[in-house]
Protein backbone atom coordinates (compact mmCIF):
# COMPACT_ATOMS: atom_id res chain seq x y z
CA UNK A 1 0.00 0.00 0.00
CA UNK A 2 1.25 3.46 -0.90
CA UNK A 3 1.93 5.72 2.63
CA UNK A 4 2.37 9.22 1.73
CA UNK A 5 4.49 10.95 4.55
CA UNK A 6 2.07 13.10 6.93
CA UNK A 7 -1.16 12.57 4.68
CA UNK A 8 -3.87 11.13 6.97
CA UNK A 9 -6.44 11.60 5.30
CA UNK A 10 -5.36 9.92 1.95
CA UNK A 11 -3.34 6.91 3.48
CA UNK A 12 -7.14 6.32 5.87
CA UNK A 13 -8.80 6.84 2.43
CA UNK A 14 -6.46 4.38 0.71
CA UNK A 15 -6.72 1.95 3.46
CA UNK A 16 -10.20 1.93 3.52
CA UNK A 17 -10.84 0.99 -0.19
CA UNK A 18 -8.07 -1.97 -0.15
CA UNK A 19 -9.82 -3.59 2.95
CA UNK A 20 -13.10 -3.43 0.76
CA UNK A 21 -11.12 -5.06 -2.13
CA UNK A 22 -10.01 -7.65 0.12
CA UNK A 23 -12.62 -8.32 2.03
CA UNK A 24 -14.82 -8.58 -1.40
CA UNK A 25 -12.02 -11.46 -2.29
CA UNK A 26 -13.50 -13.26 0.33
CA UNK A 27 -9.85 -12.28 2.92
CA UNK A 28 -10.35 -12.82 6.28
CA UNK A 29 -7.29 -11.47 7.76
CA UNK A 30 -5.78 -7.90 6.75
CA UNK A 31 -2.22 -7.05 7.21
CA UNK A 32 -1.44 -3.17 6.21
CA UNK A 33 2.14 -1.55 6.13
CA UNK A 34 3.71 0.36 9.37
CA UNK A 35 2.55 3.93 10.75
CA UNK A 36 -0.12 3.95 7.88
CA UNK A 37 -1.56 7.02 9.18
CA UNK A 38 1.42 9.10 8.94
CA UNK A 39 4.14 7.10 7.31
CA UNK A 40 7.63 5.97 9.17
CA UNK A 41 10.28 8.79 10.42
CA UNK A 42 7.19 11.94 9.20
CA UNK A 43 7.96 14.50 11.79
CA UNK A 44 4.31 15.45 11.95
CA UNK A 45 4.98 12.34 14.28
CA UNK A 46 5.07 15.05 17.32
CA UNK A 47 2.13 16.87 16.40
CA UNK A 48 -0.57 14.23 14.64
CA UNK A 49 -0.14 10.89 16.78
CA UNK A 50 -2.97 9.42 17.79
CA UNK A 51 -4.53 7.95 20.73
CA UNK A 52 -4.89 3.57 20.59
CA UNK A 53 -8.06 2.94 21.24
CA UNK A 54 -9.89 6.41 20.40
CA UNK A 55 -8.17 7.89 17.44
CA UNK A 56 -9.01 8.50 14.29
CA UNK A 57 -6.90 5.38 12.74
CA UNK A 58 -7.63 3.12 15.27
CA UNK A 59 -11.62 4.16 14.98
CA UNK A 60 -11.38 3.49 11.60
CA UNK A 61 -9.85 -0.31 11.12
CA UNK A 62 -12.06 -1.04 14.36
CA UNK A 63 -15.15 -0.30 12.28
CA UNK A 64 -13.90 -1.69 8.78
CA UNK A 65 -13.26 -4.67 10.45
CA UNK A 66 -16.56 -4.93 12.28
CA UNK A 67 -17.95 -3.51 8.70
CA UNK A 68 -16.24 -6.16 6.68
CA UNK A 69 -16.17 -9.21 9.86
CA UNK A 70 -12.70 -9.60 9.62
CA UNK A 71 -9.40 -8.84 11.01
CA UNK A 72 -7.59 -6.03 10.33
CA UNK A 73 -3.63 -5.34 11.34
CA UNK A 74 -1.69 -2.26 10.84
CA UNK A 75 0.52 0.12 12.06
CA UNK A 76 -0.34 3.43 13.74
CA UNK A 77 1.61 6.17 14.99
CA UNK A 78 0.66 6.43 18.27
CA UNK A 79 0.14 9.19 21.00
CA UNK A 80 -0.32 7.99 24.97
CA UNK A 81 0.43 11.31 27.52
CA UNK A 82 3.83 13.23 26.21
CA UNK A 83 5.37 9.84 24.33
CA UNK A 84 4.76 8.83 20.53
CA UNK A 85 5.43 4.94 20.02
CA UNK A 86 5.63 3.24 16.66
CA UNK A 87 2.82 0.92 17.24
CA UNK A 88 0.22 -1.74 15.58
CA UNK A 89 -2.59 -3.33 16.40
CA UNK A 90 -4.98 -6.57 15.47
CA UNK A 91 -8.83 -5.37 15.14
CA UNK A 92 -11.61 -8.15 15.56
CA UNK A 93 -14.55 -8.70 13.51
CA UNK A 94 -16.50 -7.11 16.60
CA UNK A 95 -14.91 -4.09 16.31
CA UNK A 96 -12.48 -4.06 19.16
CA UNK A 97 -9.07 -4.03 19.62
CA UNK A 98 -7.45 -7.63 20.14
CA UNK A 99 -3.85 -6.63 20.06
CA UNK A 100 -1.72 -3.62 20.73
CA UNK A 101 1.88 -3.45 20.09
CA UNK A 102 4.28 -0.85 20.63
CA UNK A 103 7.95 -1.70 18.50
CA UNK A 104 10.57 -2.27 20.72
CA UNK A 105 13.80 -2.94 18.05
CA UNK A 106 13.22 0.43 16.75
CA UNK A 107 16.09 1.68 14.60
CA UNK A 108 18.59 4.31 16.26
CA UNK A 109 17.66 7.03 13.50
CA UNK A 110 13.99 6.65 15.11
CA UNK A 111 14.44 7.20 18.27
CA UNK A 112 13.87 11.10 18.17
CA UNK A 113 10.69 10.11 17.06
CA UNK A 114 9.35 7.35 18.90
CA UNK A 115 9.58 6.43 22.50
CA UNK A 116 10.74 2.31 23.45
CA UNK A 117 8.00 0.16 23.37
CA UNK A 118 6.72 -1.64 26.03
CA UNK A 119 4.70 -4.82 25.09
CA UNK A 120 4.22 -8.02 22.81
CA UNK A 121 0.62 -9.05 22.16
CA UNK A 122 -0.83 -12.79 21.18
CA UNK A 123 -4.96 -12.55 20.66
CA UNK A 124 -7.01 -15.61 20.31
CA UNK A 125 -8.89 -15.26 17.39
CA UNK A 126 -10.47 -17.67 15.03
CA UNK A 127 -7.99 -18.08 12.87
CA UNK A 128 -5.84 -19.27 15.57
CA UNK A 129 -3.36 -17.33 17.64
CA UNK A 130 -2.16 -14.23 16.23
CA UNK A 131 1.36 -12.51 17.40
CA UNK A 132 1.85 -8.89 16.42
CA UNK A 133 5.60 -7.00 16.00
CA UNK A 134 6.57 -4.50 13.62
CA UNK A 135 9.31 -4.73 10.82
CA UNK A 136 13.04 -4.01 12.67
CA UNK A 137 11.09 -6.05 15.75
CA UNK A 138 12.09 -8.81 13.49
CA UNK A 139 16.11 -8.55 13.60
CA UNK A 140 16.34 -8.09 17.32
CA UNK A 141 19.37 -9.83 18.51
CA UNK A 142 18.75 -13.67 18.20
CA UNK A 143 14.92 -12.66 16.74
CA UNK A 144 14.04 -12.53 20.65
CA UNK A 145 11.26 -10.59 19.56
CA UNK A 146 9.67 -13.47 17.08
CA UNK A 147 10.45 -15.81 19.37
CA UNK A 148 8.78 -14.83 22.28
CA UNK A 149 5.79 -14.05 20.39
CA UNK A 150 6.37 -17.88 19.41
CA UNK A 151 6.35 -19.29 23.19
CA UNK A 152 3.85 -17.22 24.00
CA UNK A 153 1.70 -19.36 21.48
CA UNK A 154 1.26 -17.45 18.05
CA UNK A 155 0.65 -19.66 15.41
CA UNK A 156 1.05 -16.62 12.83
CA UNK A 157 3.23 -13.52 13.29
CA UNK A 158 1.54 -10.57 11.39
CA UNK A 159 4.21 -7.59 11.19
CA UNK A 160 3.17 -4.25 9.79
CA UNK A 161 7.09 -3.03 7.71
CA UNK A 162 8.47 -0.06 5.94
CA UNK A 163 11.48 -1.54 3.92
CA UNK A 164 13.17 1.50 2.45
CA UNK A 165 16.24 1.57 -0.13
CA UNK A 166 18.07 4.36 -1.24
CA UNK A 167 16.86 6.28 -4.62
CA UNK A 168 19.52 4.79 -6.80
CA UNK A 169 19.26 0.58 -5.35
CA UNK A 170 19.43 -1.25 -8.10
CA UNK A 171 17.21 -4.87 -7.93
CA UNK A 172 18.43 -6.37 -10.80
CA UNK A 173 21.84 -6.27 -9.14
CA UNK A 174 21.19 -6.56 -5.50
CA UNK A 175 17.86 -8.24 -4.87
CA UNK A 176 15.94 -6.88 -2.41
CA UNK A 177 14.92 -9.35 0.72
CA UNK A 178 17.52 -11.37 2.60
CA UNK A 179 17.58 -9.68 5.82
CA UNK A 180 13.35 -10.36 6.34
CA UNK A 181 14.18 -14.38 4.93
CA UNK A 182 17.42 -14.89 7.44
CA UNK A 183 15.29 -13.16 10.80
CA UNK A 184 11.85 -15.25 9.46
CA UNK A 185 12.71 -18.72 8.15
CA UNK A 186 14.60 -19.85 10.95
CA UNK A 187 12.26 -18.78 13.66
CA UNK A 188 9.17 -19.83 11.32
CA UNK A 189 10.96 -23.74 10.97
CA UNK A 190 12.22 -23.74 14.40
CA UNK A 191 8.76 -23.17 16.08
CA UNK A 192 6.11 -24.32 13.00
CA UNK A 193 4.69 -20.89 12.80
CA UNK A 194 3.54 -18.51 9.40
CA UNK A 195 5.00 -15.22 9.50
CA UNK A 196 3.89 -12.18 6.85
CA UNK A 197 5.82 -9.22 6.61
CA UNK A 198 3.76 -6.67 5.16
CA UNK A 199 5.60 -3.14 3.86
CA UNK A 200 4.23 0.06 1.92
CA UNK A 201 5.43 1.81 -1.07
CA UNK A 202 6.52 5.11 -1.92
CA UNK A 203 9.05 7.72 -1.59
CA UNK A 204 10.02 8.75 2.23
CA UNK A 205 9.38 12.85 1.74
CA UNK A 206 10.70 13.97 4.91
CA UNK A 207 12.96 12.29 7.97
CA UNK A 208 16.01 10.94 8.26
CA UNK A 209 15.75 8.64 5.63
CA UNK A 210 14.29 11.64 3.39
CA UNK A 211 14.95 10.66 -0.11
CA UNK A 212 14.97 7.07 0.17
CA UNK A 213 12.06 4.40 -1.05
CA UNK A 214 9.62 2.10 0.55
CA UNK A 215 9.71 -0.87 -2.11
CA UNK A 216 6.72 -3.08 -1.07
CA UNK A 217 8.39 -6.98 -1.68
CA UNK A 218 6.44 -8.17 1.14
CA UNK A 219 6.93 -11.24 2.23
CA UNK A 220 5.39 -14.65 3.47
CA UNK A 221 6.81 -17.40 4.98
CA UNK A 222 5.26 -21.04 5.98
CA UNK A 223 5.96 -23.07 8.98
CA UNK A 224 8.50 -25.07 7.18
CA UNK A 225 11.10 -21.68 6.83
CA UNK A 226 10.20 -21.39 2.71
CA UNK A 227 8.96 -18.83 1.07
CA UNK A 228 5.57 -19.06 0.69
CA UNK A 229 5.12 -15.44 -1.57
CA UNK A 230 6.84 -12.21 -2.35
CA UNK A 231 5.39 -9.00 -3.42
CA UNK A 232 6.58 -7.16 -6.22
CA UNK A 233 9.39 -4.67 -5.52
CA UNK A 234 9.45 -0.78 -6.20
CA UNK A 235 8.06 2.51 -5.19
CA UNK A 236 4.95 2.22 -7.44
CA UNK A 237 4.50 -1.33 -6.44
CA UNK A 238 0.81 -0.89 -4.47
CA UNK A 239 -0.72 -4.41 -5.13
CA UNK A 240 -2.73 -6.96 -2.60
CA UNK A 241 -1.82 -10.15 -2.05
CA UNK A 242 -3.65 -13.08 -1.41
CA UNK A 243 -2.77 -16.43 0.38
CA UNK A 244 -3.75 -19.66 2.35
CA UNK A 245 -2.71 -19.94 5.38
CA UNK A 246 -3.08 -22.66 7.21
CA UNK A 247 -1.74 -22.15 11.46
CA UNK A 248 -0.13 -25.53 12.83
CA UNK A 249 -2.64 -26.81 15.65
CA UNK A 250 -1.71 -28.62 18.83
CA UNK A 251 1.59 -27.51 18.86
CA UNK A 252 3.27 -26.99 21.94
CA UNK A 253 6.32 -24.85 22.55
CA UNK A 254 9.60 -26.11 24.65
CA UNK A 255 12.95 -23.96 24.33
CA UNK A 256 15.99 -24.25 25.81
Not at 12 to 27: D, K
Not at 83 to 95: Q, S, T
Not at 107 to 124: E, K
Not at 183 to 196: D, K, N
Request: aromatic share 6%; proline share 5%; with cysteine.
Amino acid sequence: MLVEGGQKGRNLERAARMIAEAASAGAEVVLLPEAINLGWTDPLAATEAEAIPGGETCALLSELAREHNLHICAGIVERSGEKVFNAAILAGPAGDVLAHHRKLNELQIAHSYYAQGDRLSVADTRHGKLGVMICADAFAKDQVVTRTLALMGAQVVLSPCAWAVPAEHDNLKEPYGKLWRDSYSPVAREFGLWIAGCSNVGWLTAGPWKGRKCIGSSLLVAPSGDVAQTGPYGEAAETILYAEVAPVVGRRVFYS
